[in-house]
Every structure is written in C-alpha cells, then in structure tokens.
C-alpha cells in the first residue's frame, strides 16, 4: 500500500512499496478472461465450432422507413433465452449493431454509449435493408460499394467494400452473451443429453458436470468457472449477479495492421498476443488503475481506456468502436501479415458496437468525432510550457520558482500545485502553514499572463471539519458499498475517504456550486482561488489504495443501482467532464476549461487534456511516451503528453534535454516529478544544457501558431494534432509501423524526436512521394522518391530532427517572449517551403485564445498560398487570403462561419499585427525584384541554392523578404520575380 500523510512519510515510499504487476490480474486470474479465452481455445480446437447464436429469421422487423431493423436472436445452447438484435446504418454510414438479454433475471448495463456519444447519431433515411432467406441486408455508400450482411445462421455481421470482407463480427463463433442465472438454476447433477445437431458433432453425448448445463458444455466449457465469488490476493469480489460477460470475435480479413485501444505502453502498430508467434501473452487489458512504475513494454491496463481500434491496409482503413465500460481484455493474432482477428472479452455489458467504413485514416477519424466528439479547443495558453511537480511547498517557493524562469528568460506558462497544497489533503482547502496567502500567490503568477493549476482529487477525507466531504453525505450522493445503502470507505492520500457518485445527477450542480469564486448563498464554495485556474484531476480511475487492483470493489453501487464493475472505466471521464463543466461554470460568459485528467474513456477528448501518468525516468519510458501519445491521439483525444523528465528518477542531464526536445513537440508539455525526486527546473541545468534547453522552449513558443491551427482543425474536423506516418501517409505501407517519427496537424512539419542514450545522428524515413524535404533549421534539402527513403541526420544534443515538407508554408512567431499572451500581437514569420511543383500552401488560424466568441464568428483564419504567376514562371506569387470566407460550411464552424464578418472585434483587434519576415526555400534562381503587387520593391536577401524543382540535395536555395509592412490578417500578393 502507498503512504500518505505527512510529506516525511511520503519521502519515504518508492521502491520498497512500489505497487508493482502482482497487484494486477492477468487474464488466467480473471474469470470471465480466463472462460473468454478458453472458448476461443476450444474453437480453435475443433474444426467443426459454429456458433450457437443465430437470428429468428420470423423476427426481424423493419423500421416504417427501413433504415434499421430489429430481430430475436436464438441460442442453440440455451433455447430459452432471448435476445435482442438492433441494427441500424447512421447518415455518415457508420453501422451500430446492439444486443442484449431480453426479459432476464437482471439487466445489462447499456448506458456506456449514452456517456461517450456526443447525441444520439441519426439513423441514415437513405439506406434500406432488404431481408431475404438467410439474411438482411443494405447497399450504400457515395459508390454504392458497402454491403452490410447480417446473416443468420449463425449469426454473423460482415462489411463489405467493393466486394471485399472489411470488418466480421462472430466471424470465428466466439460471440457469447453469458445470461443472468442463479445459483440454483445451474444443473447440480451429472446427467447425460444428446448434443444439439448444431453443437459439436465429435461424439455422442455429454458429460454434464457440476455447474454447467449439459446443453452447453461444449461450448461454456465442462466447467463452471469462476461465475460466482473470486478472490484475487486478499480480496473476494462477491460477483452477486453471477456471471454475465460479453465475448466477440471482431476480425479484418483484409488488414494487416491495427492501432488504437489506448492506453498501454507498447508499439502503435499493436503487437499479436495470440497465435504462434504472439508477442505478447496476455491480452491488452482495458481497465482504468493506477499501475505504480509501469513497464514500458506490456499489454497491461493504465490510467485511461478508449475501446476505439483502426484497421489499416493500403487500400483501406475501417473503425471499431466498442461502447463497453467494463474490464475489457483484446487479444489480437495476425493469421496471415494481411489479415487480423481480434477477440473482445467484457466482464458486463450489452453488446454496442459501431462499425466505422472508412475508407480511408481521415474518414476514421471523421467518423469517430461525429459519434464521440471532436477534442475542445483548449485555450492557447494550455499549449505553453507547463512547469510541476510533487510538491512546490508554499507560496514562497512558487513565487522564487517564478522568479528564476524569469531571471533566466526561459518561457513558461503555466505552474503547478500538487497534492501538498492542501490542509490534510482536504482538496480546495489551502494548507496555511505553507500557503497563507493563496489569492495573491495566483495573482502573482498571473500577473503577465501565466496561470496556475491546481489538483483536486475525487477522494474526499472523512471528517466533519470537511465541507466538501459533509455535503456530499448529505446530499447522498457518495458511491455505495455492495449493499447500495452505507457509504463505501477506502484509503487514499487523504487517509480514510469517500467518493463522491458522479453518475448521481444530484452531485452534478453541487460539483460546479464548488468551484465559484463568490459567494452564493450560505453555499460553501472555493473563494480562494480565481476564475483563471486551471484544474488537475488526478486518481479518478479511481485509485484506491486498500481497494482490489489498487481501485474500487466492482460490487460497489452507483446511481441507478449499478455495479461499479459496470462503468468503471467512465467514472473517470466524468469526473473530469464535471470539473471542467464546473470550471466553465465560474464566469458569464464562460471561458475555455482547463482540465488535465489521468483518467479517460471515449468521449474524454471533449473536456480537456490527458497525460500518461507515473512514467519512470528511463530511455525506454521517454520512447514508448511518444507511442502512447500517438496512440491517444489516433483515438481521438490529441491534447496528451507524457511527464516530461519521468515521474520517478533523477535523469541526467543528456536525457532531460532529450526529454524536453521531446515535449516541445507533444501537445501538451508538462515537466513533472516525484516528491522524492531532486528538483529539475529548467534553470537548474548548467550550460550547455541550460541554454539548450532555453532554445528549445523558445521553439516551441515560436511554433504555437502550427500548435494552435492544428488544435483548432482537429476540433473541427476530428484529425489528430499528431499524425503518425499511415494517417499521413496511408498507402506507403513501409511506414505503417513507424511510431518515433510523425507529422504536426495540416502543417507538413514532420518530427523525429532522439529517444536514445548518445546519439550524434538519427535516420528518418521519408515518406513514399517524390518530394522536398527541408530541414528546418539548415534548410538542406532532401528528397523522397516513390519508394520512401530513409535519410540520416545529425543529431547531436541541440538539434531535433524537424522537416519541412515541400509545398508547407509555416507560420511562426519568433520574438522570445516570458510566457504566451505576451505573444499576443507579436509579428509573424511564414517560412515557404516549396515544393517540387515549386508550390506551398499552409494556414493559420487565430482568435482570442480564452473565450468561446470564436463560435460566433471572432476568428482569423487565413490561407498563405505560393504558386507560380504563370505556368513556365521561375518567380513566384505569395498570397494571403481569408479562408474564414472560403468554406462556410466546415461541420462545427458551420455556424460561426456561415455568418462570417471580417471585420468581427477579434480581427479588428489584431489588424495591425504584421507579417515581419518571410522565409522562401527552394527558389530555382535570384530574384530580379520582389514587390507588393503594385507595390514598391520589399527589402530582400538571396541566397544561392537548390532548388525545388530539382532533383538535387543539399542547402536550398533562401530568400528572406523582410518587413515587408503586411498585416497577417488581410489580403495580400508578393510577387517575386525571376
Ligand atoms: C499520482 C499522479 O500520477 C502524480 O502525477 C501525482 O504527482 C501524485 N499522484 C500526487 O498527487
């Protein structure tokens, strides 16, 4: 068990209490995985297995406009049993398959989707299905070439694309839905019963044995085991409802790669966990915990779960999102390097599954965000640099800590309060002692901009001198134990606590009434702080120290009666939507959240940022951080990070400069560190590290403008603000297991951070394209070919290797400034890297940062285009021009945008903020003039060198324009002539 308490003790804890893999089950000591993956063995066994579950052909019913249907679906080895099949293709033919029990002894939980979906999708008025002998079926899709078959004996659901088996459900027969039982409803004795014609047809009979129904056995297995009480170390989770998982094979006969089904410290193209070769050999687990010093390398469970996986091949990428909340264990095979079977084993549940067509990454990710929302657009200050740690210990020491960032001109934005601010760990309440004057400590901090950010934990310490904690006892609104009435106990950094019920909607106005900075009512309510800070919710898995698997006993009772084995891996996601629900809720109008949580499901990108927990201060955490971050940010929750430096350990020096090279191009960037770890700000460092350092959070401050475009695009659109080389680059299959190199957003910066001890150089594949790349700082320039290439690079301590891709214009700003708002009406610099075409495009998008007016229109979004004036020119035209007019009808922009006024408060605001300096690489010669069109000729120096056009490497050729007097907002034409 963890300490808590006093930070003496806390000083004390690492190693010797480490939590390490034996708190955690493996699948063999889980019941239901253990019976889930014995089924899939016996299947495997016997060539003759077929499912047992098939549609009531008499049943199925069309809706009046036959967009869905519904049907009783039968199983051969439990005939009366009833359940239901609800089929239904959505507007953006996506296709949700649900089955439950009908009329048994309990009901399902079937409320996961209602959590993670943004609004019920609608159902398509366009696709019909046709019912024939054996099946129902539809046709759609712009080319007519998706079929989705339902057949029915046995049941099986297949998408096809132009022919083609895209996604199978019950392809291998592994569909099983255990129905609620009792004790006594289970035959007790042996007895001998003909097999059903449709079971195996090996022998004659079989042996009922204790517990199982004869009828069955073939296919639940001889034994009954571990339906009722288990017991995992100490403690026997009494499992009152028997058992109920869900088992569903879900295969890709047609694509040889998958990813997705965050979080686990692995490879993004996920390894196999089953057949000859398995990487692995437990499943990937999906059960929120608070794993203490993780591996860096396993399927086991973290923080967060999204049951969201891609299936890519060249020629198509499918989707499958699982709406469960329960623990979820994924085995994985590759029976051929083209083909994936995957098997879902849930311990509770109904069966929800949404079947994403694709056909491509960017229709996946379309097609998630429509269904689970696009990430919030954070506010721009979030994209700063975050500086934390376990503990700054009272005022004085953030005030100092303030100070020497200052002193030492490196940017930072954003400190950091853990734990230890707090009287007792009594969250919201200040520890006097240390910080006697909270409110003008924050002010202090917030004087030029920066903010704080402050942990609030869900555990609430039980004591009466605890408003928080007295209120929710009586509202009635904390979890319950197993026997629904008494209010569950357990331990955590506060000592002996409650947790308050947040699926309780009587908890939901009284979480935001906290969070007010004035005073309403006799209501107590957290005065000392401001509208400004930001929230950090922490062990929301929940993390319990004395519970099973570090959490909560699953038989606990919620709102409405259910189980906490039910939606465990939701109560984190809804701890941290009310948080930032409460945040919003501080001032009129709101202003943007935010809200840092170490627990998600699907649907968490909607309220804020995520980072990957306890990392450990290794090479191999720094790395797999990079993988677990893409792998978020393919599953539709981009605002993520990793602890940079790693929670545990003291990192040398070479490895925090890489660590920081590795944050400044990870969407969120927070330096973090263990209570026990030596302090490791930034202006700790000796030089050379330190000014390393230094430049490298001033890269960072001079790229927020990419950071915030590719923020603002992904929560539009839904594609991620990381894009790992298959998003990019989806038909160039050398790439599709790249997972240490990867693009920024729309921006064509491609990224390859050093992960490893000692490194002088780094190769980097180039994608499969005949194309320019520049390198960002020497501008050398290299080429791919229709092949791909893989070039190496000097690497040494101070580079990071960053790529232009021809045909990008970047937009930067490069003033080094303290912190981000002192940003705000700095000058932009537009670095245009040619492409072979010798032309580029970029964008950049602006508003105010903070408040929500950007929905109504307060934006500049501007498209930088350079082409040639005429077809056989070697000049070049730079354009800008408003896009915020061009494409009015972008999905969430559709309103802002529709009603689009260029001359909205925010541009107006920032009409005078320039373009300072515009770099061109690639040109085939000097320049004979370069002008405003119908302007006089701009300031400008050349420098010889490669052109774009050429098939040749090494440093291009440079123009740099200076201040050439253009505001960045309005509309504009450089000519530059040959
Ligand atoms: C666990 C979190 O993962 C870590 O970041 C934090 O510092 C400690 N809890 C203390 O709050």
């Given amino acids: ?22 708190d955690f ?38 809706s009046p406009d ?68 054996d099946s129902v079926k539809a046709v759609y899709g712009a080319k007519n070439d998706i079929e989705v078959k339902v057949a029915f004996e046995p049941l099986k659901v297949t998408l096809f694309r132009g022919g083609k088996e895209q996604v199978v459900l019950n392809n291998r027969g592994l569909l099983h839905m255990e129905h609620f039982r009792t004790k006594e409803s289970v035959p007790k004795s042996k007895e001998t019963v003909p097999v059903p014609e449709e079971g195996l047809d090996t022998e004659d009979g079989v042996q009922a044995v204790l517990g199982v129904h004869p009828r069955a056995a073939w296919f639940e297995g001889e034994q009954e085991d571990g339906w009722w009480e288990e017991t995992f170390n100490s403690f026997t989770d009494p499992k009152p409802k028997g058992p109920e998982s869900l088992s569903l094979d879900i295969d890709f006969p047609n694509h040889g790669h998958v990813y997705g089904i965050p979080q686990h410290a692995t490879r993004l193209d996920l390894p196999t966990t089953t057949g000859e070769n398995a990487h692995y050999t437990d499943p990937y687990r999906l059960f929120n915990a608070d794993v203490f010093e993780y591996l860096a390398d396993s399927t086991m469970s973290l923080y967060g779960s999204i049951p969201f996986m891609h299936a890519h091949s060249a020629d198509s990428t499918v989707g499958i999102f699982n709406a469960i909340a329960s623990d979820t264990w994924i085995d994985l095979g590759h029976p051929s390097p083209k083909s994936t079977t995957s098997h879902w084993i849930s311990e509770t549940g109904i069966l929800d599954v949404f079947i994403l067509p694709g056909p491509t990454p960017a229709d996946i990710f379309t097609q998630y965000t429509r269904l689970t929302g696009t990430p919030a657009l954070p506010a721009h200050w979030s994209l700063g640099y975050h500086q934390c740690r376990w503990n700054y210990v009272s005022s004085e020491d953030v005030r100092s800590v303030q100070k020497r960032f200052d002193e030492e001109d490196i940017p930072v934005d954003v400190f950091w309060l853990d734990i230890e601010y707090s009287e007792e760990h009594k969250y919201f309440i200040w520890d006097k002692r240390h910080f006697p004057d909270p409110v003008d400590m924050i002010k202090d901090v917030e004087a030029i901009g920066r903010k704080m950010v402050i942990i609030i934990d869900p555990h609430l310490k039980r004591t009466d001198n605890y408003p928080v904690y007295k209120q929710a006892t009586e509202l009635g609104i904390l979890v319950k134990k197993g026997d629904g009435l008494t209010d569950y106990e357990g331990w955590c950094w506060s000592g002996s606590s409650a947790w308050v019920d947040y699926f309780h909607p009587g908890s939901w106005d ?49 709102y409405g009666g259910w189980e906490h084995r039910d939606l465990h891996n939701i109560n984190g996601m809804l701890f941290a939507n009310l948080t930032s629900q409460a945040v919003m809720a ?54 993520s990070g990793s602890d940079l430096g790693g929670f545990f350990g003291n990192p040398e020096p070479e490895m925090l400069v890489r660590w920081y090279a ?100 780094e190769t980097v594949y180039l994608p499969a394209e005949d194309q320019v790349y520049y390198d960002y700082f020497n501008h050398n320039a290299y080429r791919s070919d229709a092949k791909g290439k893989e070039i190496t690079v000097p690497a040494e301590l101070h580079q990071i290797p960053v790529f232009v891709r021809g045909g990008s214009i970047v937009s930067t700003r490069e003033r080094p400034r303290r912190s981000s708002p002192l940003m705000r009406r700095d000058p932009f610099t537009l670095r245009v890297a040619l492409g072979k075409d010798s032309s580029a495009r970029g964008e950049l998008y602006l508003d105010d940062g903070e408040t929500f007016s950007h929905q109504q229109g307060e934006l500049v979004w501007r498209e930088f285009v350079a082409e040639k004036p005429a077809k056989k020119s070697k000049g070049v035209r730079i354009s800008s021009r408003n896009l915020a007019t061009q494409k009015p009808t972008e999905a969430v922009d559709h309103v802002a945008l529709a009603t689009y006024d260029s001359g909205n408060a925010f541009a107006k605001a920032i009409a005078d903020v320039r373009v300072e300096k515009i770099v061109v690489l690639g040109l085939p010669t000097k320049p004979s003039s370069v002008a405003v069109e119908g302007g006089k000729e701009l300031q400008w120096t050349y420098t010889d060198g490669v052109a774009a056009s050429d098939k040749k490497e090494g440093t291009a050729s440079v123009l740099v324009i200076r201040d050439p007097k253009l505001a960045v907002a309005s509309d504009w034409d450089i000519l530059v002539k040959a």
């Fill in 1 to 22: 068990m963890r300490g808590f308490g006093s930070l003496l003790v806390l000083a004390a804890i690492p190693a010797a209490l480490a939590v390490k893999s034996h």
């Fill in 586 to 639: 501080r001032t009129d109008p709101p202003k943007r959240p935010f809200v840092l949580t170490r627990s998600f499901y699907a649907g968490s990108q909607r309220f804020g940022a995520m980072w990957t927990g306890d990392n450990l201060g290794t090479w191999e955490h720094m790395a797999v951080g990079v993988k677990m971050v893409l792998a978020n940010n393919i599953a539709g929750f981009s605002f």
């Fill in 66 to 133: 036959q967009a869905s249907f519904t049907a009783a679906i039968k199983s051969s080895i439990y005939p009366d049993v009833k359940f239901s099949l609800d089929v239904r293709i959505h507007d953006d033919g996506v296709v949700r398959v649900r089955m439950d029990e009908v009329d048994g002894l309990r009901k399902r939980y079937d409320e996961a989707a209602s959590w993670a979906l943004l609004e019920e999708p609608k159902v398509s008025q366009k696709v019909q299905w046709t019912v024939a002998k």
């Fill in 510 to 558: 009284w979480w935001k009434s906290l969070f007010k900075t004035e005073q309403h009512g006799d209501q107590w309510s957290w005065l000392e702080s401001t509208v400004n800070t930001g929230i950090w919710n922490d062990m929301n898995e929940p993390a319990i120290f004395n519970g099973p698997e570090i959490s909560m006993p699953r038989e606990n009772i919620h």
């Fill in 25 to 62: 089950k493996t699948c063999s000591q889980a019941g239901f995985c253990r019976r889930g993956r014995a089924l899939s063995a016996r299947a495997a066994e016997n060539p003759s297995w077929r499912s047992p579950y098939s549609v009531d052909a008499s049943s199925v019913a069309l």
């Fill in 662 to 761: 590795v944050a400044i191009f990870s969407p969120f960037m927070r330096a973090h560190a263990h209570i026990d770890t030596k302090r490791r700000e930034p202006y700790l460092l000796d030089d050379p590290y330190k000014g390393i350092v230094r430049n490298m959070l001033r890269l960072r401050y001079s790229m927020l403008p990419v950071w915030y475009t590719a923020f603002r695009e992904a929560s539009v659109t839904g594609l991620p603000v990381l894009r790992p080389h298959f998003v990019a680059f989806p038909r160039d299959e050398r790439g599709f297991s790249l997972d240490d190199q990867y693009f920024v957003g729309s921006s064509g910066l491609l990224v390859k951070p050093v992960t490893r001890k000692g490194v002088t150089e």
